[in-house]
């Protein structure tokens, strides 16, 4: 079976939950809000952290496949314009608009995402092809649920439209053991022992559905608006001013003088829009372009150009323009 992911993050984890969880130990950290604590109490939490893994994995549904299985088709297709079909120039162009706010020395290069990407598509079409059958992973999050119908609309352009494809959709909650309850926005978030037993959510799409959603990815093509989001449950398309009233609200409740990394957080986390930090940074870009936002400090050699203390020079504006 093929599967399919949409962000690195997703296909990471998935990579993972195929292994069955050997590389336990070595992928386990602790994270500390606030405070100092002793090296002796990090490796106590440390090993406890450990043994959660450890717990979780021996309760784990194997889910079966091999690295070669997977096809991670990272393209952020809910930013920029669309190409007719395939893995064009439209979307060079779009990858490295979202990298402009990260330093050369740790920029993905566009090139080289879809230097992978395009023989991948030409592989999965190819075993698609001779029969084999796909599992898609695929949430409510923008750049999901665009991959979704940009490769139902590829697969149909290939004469492939009959294709047995099985959708995994993310669930709205996850109840734990515990009592807890966790909320995912996106595949890359779920735990790799998770995604056996998620595996069982998945259903096999009727051919008319596989159709209907190539056919929608067409018009958004046609449409080529700057954003596609998931709006009452429907992709569409959206301007580029979609996101702005959060992030004009949370700079509202900072200080004079603040940093922009918290208010890509807070959008983020505040919101669960499903958005990358890459489309918060660009936007607020505009803010200082015209004047109202003014850096104090400059962000290290290595870090992302929100990392960086700004000013707010003058009101606020109502919109970002």
């Known amino acids: 079976m093929l599967e399919v992911v949409f962000t690195e993050s997703a296909g990471g984890s998935l990579t993972v939950a195929m292994s069955g969880g050997k590389c336990i130990g070595g992928a386990v ?10 090296r002796r ?3 106590r939490m440390q090993k406890e952290a450990e043994e959660r893994e ?4 021996a309760q784990a549904v194997p889910l079966k496949g091999s690295r070669r299985d997977i096809f991670c088709f990272s393209l952020a297709l809910s930013v920029g314009e669309l190409d007719a079909q395939g893995i064009g120039e439209h979307r060079a162009r779009a990858l490295d608009q979202l990298m402009q706010i990260y330093p050369a020395s740790i920029r993905p290069a566009a090139g080289e995402i879809l230097a992978r990407c395009r023989p991948e598509l030409e592989a999965l079409l190819r075993r698609a092809a001779d029969g084999e059958s796909l599992r898609i992973w695929c949430s409510d999050n923008p750049d999901e649920r665009c991959g979704l119908y940009w490769l139902m609309a590829e697969l149909c352009a290939a004469g492939l439209d009959k294709s047995e494809v099985t959708l995994v959709p993310l669930p709205d909650f996850e109840k734990r053991p515990d009592g807890t309850a966790v909320q995912y926005t996106s595949w890359g978030e779920v735990e790799p022992y998770q995604w056996g037993r998620m595996a069982e959510y998945g259903n096999v799409l009727p051919a008319a559905l ?3 959603m190539a056919a929608h990815w067409k018009q958004l093509v046609r449409e080529n608006a700057p954003l596609r989001a998931v709006l009452g449950g429907r992709l569409v398309s959206a301007p580029e001013t979609l996101y702005d009233f959060y ?3 949370e700079l509202a409740a900072q200080p004079q003088e603040f940093m922009q990394a918290q208010v890509v957080g807070k959008v983020l986390g505040n919101y669960q829009l499903g958005i990358g930090d890459s489309w918060v940074a660009l936007r607020m ?6 004047g109202y936002l003014k850096p104090v400090t400059e962000p290290g050699a290595d870090d992302p150009i929100y990392h960086r203390v700004l000013r707010k020079c003058g009101e606020q504006p109502r919109e970002i323009r």
């Open 285 to 290: 870009e505009k803010l200082v372009q015209n």
């Open 41 to 43: 109490e990090l490796k």
């Open 247 to 249: 992030i004009l609200r």
């Open 29 to 38: 950290g602790v994270g500390i809000i606030g405070g100092k604590v002793s």
């Open 210 to 212: 596989v159709s209907g």
């Open 54 to 57: 450890k717990i979780a994995w």
